[in-house]
T-cell receptor
Framework: GAVVSQHPSWVICKSGTSVKIECRSL??????MFWYRQFPKQSLMLMAT?????????EQGVEKDKFLINHASLTLSTLTVTSAHPEDSSFYIC??????????????FGQGTRLTVV | GDSVTQMEGPVTLSEEAFLTINCTYT??????LFWYVQYPGEGLQLLLK?????DKGSNKGFEATYRKETTSFHLEKGSVQVSDSAVYFC????????????FGTGTKLQVIP
């Protein structure tokens, strides 16, 4: 299957700093990327949907000014956690899909990023 | 909106036991259904999928059948191994424009020798 690479796989940062997570589709062009957050012992919660070249669509309750999403090219989307706090510590995972209207395309997931804010 | 309900875990089984993890869904239209697996410390991997009613997805000895009449997609395996220990997520993908994926809460499976 297609490969989605997420970097870094883990990061520790100090409270108040910002952290950028990259999501790359290595062998296909991803018109749409999804960012999820997974709390311990809970399911994946969709944070936002990003389309190449346009603003991301955030799910209800997700602070767009805190979680900045950029999808500047068909192979790269970034999630920046700004002014991180300990409660932002979580497992963040991206998913990429080449969306074709009327075609049931598969989503491929990155390996995830474990963020710990101290 | 769409939702996925799966049985709570953890599920603890002895090696070679039969596994069933229940999953039911609520959705409009004609969703596709998936099972994903997450091994400790790793991301999600697609285990199997079914795109229409009565389809059976299968992979690595696991299988699940898309039952539209009962809105279910239960995961089964006849004989589990220690290496199957992981968290299993049931998910659906809607048939709308962005084909948004909704996940269940996950079921942790622990297989003991």
């Amino acid at each position: 299957g297609a490969v989605v690479s997420q970097h870094p796989s883990w990061v520790i940062c100090k409270s108040g700093t910002s952290v950028k997570i990259e999501c790359r589709s290595l062998d296909f062009q991803a018109t749409t990327m999804f960012w999820y957050r997974q709390f311990p012992k809970q399911s994946l919660m969709l944070m936002a949907t990003s389309n190449e070249g346009s603003k991301a669509t955030y799910e209800q309750g997700v602070e767009k000014d805190k979680f900045l999403i950029n999808h500047a090219s068909l192979t790269l989307s970034t999630l920046t956690v700004t002014s991180a706090h300990p409660e932002d510590s979580s497992f963040y995972i991206c998913s990429a899909r080449r969306v074709i209207v009327g075609v049931n395309t598969e989503a491929f997931f990155g390996q995830g990023t474990r963020l710990t804010v101290v | 909106g769409d939702s996925v309900t799966q049985m709570e875990g953890p599920v603890t089984l002895s090696e070679e036991a039969f596994l069933t993890i229940n999953c039911t869904y609520t959705a409009t239209g004609y969703p596709s259904l998936f099972w994903y697996v997450q091994y400790p410390g790793e991301g999600l991997q697609l285990l199997l999928k079914a795109t229409k009613a009565d389809d059976k997805g299968s992979n690595k000895g696991f299988e699940a059948t898309y039952r539209k009449e009962t809105t279910s997609f239960h995961l089964e395996k006849g004989s589990v191994q220690v290496s199957d220990s992981a968290v299993y997520f049931c998910a659906l993908k809607d048939s709308g424009g962005y084909q948004k994926v909704t996940f269940g809460t996950g079921t942790k499976l622990q297989v003991i020798p």
